[in-house]
């Protein structure tokens, strides 16, 4: 009956939504940004109200009477703003409710967004409760109905007994002292509101908290409009003297009211309450039989070389902004195709969108609009990135060959001089794709700290076969003209805790814990550093000297090298076996360090579950492989070369 109820509901939105695209465009869409569009009615209240309150007087004889010298004496400023102040509440009201109708018919509250769901409950109460106080204020017949008629429902909890009416039996029991509490509850509401707007947020990537400009300014203009030719004004002065009769309606706040004049005012309670945890209780509804916990699934993305994780149910587009990746969107209700990329390997629910961005023949050629598709088994994808990280531009470069270095049998390091005076902004730990005559890219990440050079240090290993690398190795020469896209990736050094930092590397996944180091360095941070290197044998330990005088120049700064396979004419007398080992051995609580691991799959498959275990947080664990599925699918030759030392 619950899916019926959904499917029913996703016809009449989808209908909806394509007929104001057609008035509209699909990037301008109103309904695909109710949530936005209230943060800006939220504005539009705060700022009204703010005006409003300044000519408030908080008393009997003279609430009334200053909110009618607002709205009669300044019409052409004060009117406007009280109007905008009401309408603009209602409007907020109404996208709340359209907001979490479309989530609840899309079934996007179930699962791991439970908490945004009853976040999102909570606010409509807090919103609620701001208007009705709202309506208390001008001490009309309007204000008169509200008060007592609250007065009566709050009377039938166990707490009150009957006592609040009492407040509003006759004209003499009033006092001052109610409007200012009236007034007191009016501000602390909105801050309320305030409040749980930003948490509601908070569980959302990249969650849009302002309309595109083009309809903030046609709301704005509307609203200014309505008020103009309906300004909202006030009915006659209260008289508790007198029963209200007749009144102008707020249907948007004051929905329930009528009831408590046709039903018991418990009654209204059991309404309201039951209607309120049945709606908390919905991502639990039906309750499954069993317990199964939710699947993570696993997503390889190009261009970034990167695997990242995707809960049961979460989009594509939502997995990989939470983990910083630079995917395009702009509606992320599946209608204007701005998302569109395409899945390489793996199976997906493409979800509920508009027919006309995505069809049947794209579908079968592997297109997917991110926003909707859902993961069902481990994904290879791949997308057009939309920036980088810091709003830093993705471009193309041009650079000559500086400097080949042949640092071991099989790593070379290699300078790039930019041409035409060039710089490259990046963070340090992202890397650059080498852009091959045919289109084809390599990964490598950058070596040294970002600053202002025109030279970019890259290390570069031998993979035998490799297109490139072998070319590196066997052809390349100081002239030779490399261009290259970047920066790209989203692992980078993190500057805002203080937590002792633990890099691990293996063999070439020095070059970006290099660049993090020296910008650590560079910048004066001080927080405790210790560098594990994991290679085979002593021979594999290049620039091993370059850590050994960091370690004697800075207090905060050890370096453990690991040998897996020493040799005997290595003479090795220092820490031996598996890089990750050395790690646990030295720490068996990692629940207070951060992590930033990059090297072989191998090592990062067999080093993250280990350190989860000793505690290690998701939260301070960084790195391009941690989270790399055996079992995923390689559809490309390169798709197991995740290495952010470089690809073939």
Known sequence: ??????????????????????????????????????????????????????????????????????????????????????????????????????????D??????????????????????????????????????VVVATAEWFDALPM??????????????????????LSFIHIGLPLAVLAALWIHT???????????????????????????VKPAVSLEHA?????????????????????????????????????????????????????RKARVFHLMVHPDNRIVAAREGETILDAGLREGLALPFECRNGGCGVCKGTILYGAIDHGAHQASVLSEQEKRE????????????????????????GDIPVKVYSARVHGLVRLADDVMQVHLKLLDNERVRFYAGQYLNVVLEDGARRSFSFATAPRETDLIELHIRWIRGGRFTTRVFTRMKEGDIVRFEGPLGSFFLREDSDKPIIF?????????????????????????????????????????????????????????????????????????????????????DLSHYQIYACGSVQMVEAAHPAFVARGMSQDDCFSDTFRLAPQIGRATPQTDMVRLGGTT
């Open 1 to 106: 009956m619950l899916r019926r109820i959904q499917l029913a509901g996703q016809w009449v939105f989808l209908r909806v939504e394509s007929l104001f695209n057609l008035a509209f465009g699909d990037r301008l869409n109103p309904l695909y940004y109710l949530g936005p569009i209230a943060y800006f009615m939220f504005w539009i209240v705060a700022v009204s109200g703010l005006y409003l309150y300044a000519f408030f007087e908080t008393g009997v004889a003279e609430a009334y009477d200053s909110v009618e010298h607002l709205t009669r004496e300044q019409w052409y400023l004060g009117g406007v703003m009280r109007s905008l102040h009401r309408y603009a509440s209602d409007g907020m009201v109404l996208t709340m409710l359209l907001h979490m109708a479309r989530h609840f018919t899309f």
């Open 108 to 145: 996007r509250y179930r699962s791991f967004r439970w908490f945004s769901w009853m976040s999102g409950i909570v606010l409509l109460w807090l919103t609620y409760a701001s208007g009705v106080n709202g309506y208390m204020l001008p001490w009309d017949r309007l204000a008169q109905f």
């Open 160 to 181: 009150f007994k009957g006592a609040l009416i009492r407040n509003f039996i006759f004209e003499e029991a009033v006092s001052d002292r109610l409007f200012s509490l």
């Open 202 to 228: 908070q569980r959302v990537p990249r969650a849009r908290t302002s309309p595109p400009a083009p309809i903030a300014v046609t709301l704005v203009v509307a609203l200014v409009a309505l008020s103009l």
């Open 239 to 291: 008289d508790l003297g007198v029963a209200v009769a007749s009144i102008g309606f707020d249907w948007f706040y004051l929905t329930i009211y009528p009831l408590l004049y046709t039903w018991s005012p418990a009654e209204v309670w059991l309404l309201a309450g039951g209607a309120t945890l049945a709606a908390l209780l919905l991502p639990w509804l039906p309750p499954k039989l069993g317990w």
């Open 366 to 389: 592997g297109k997917a609009l991110f926003c909707c598709a859902t993961p069902l088994s481990d994904l290879e994808l791949e997308y057009q990135p939309a920036g980088s990280l």
């Open 504 to 588: 691990v590397a293996g063999a070439t996944g020095f070059a970006p814990v290099k660049s993090m180091l020296e910008y650590a360095f560079g910048k004066g941070i001080r927080r405790r550093m210790l560098f594990y290197w994991g290679v085979r044998s002593l021979k594999d330990l290049y620039l091993a000297e370059l850590p050994r005088r960091w370690e004697e120049e800075h207090s905060n700064f050890k370096f453990i090298p690991v040998l897996s396979e020493p040799r005997p004419e290595d003479r090795w007398e220092g820490r031996a076996g598996l890089v990750h080992e050395a790690i646990l051995q030295d720490f068996p």
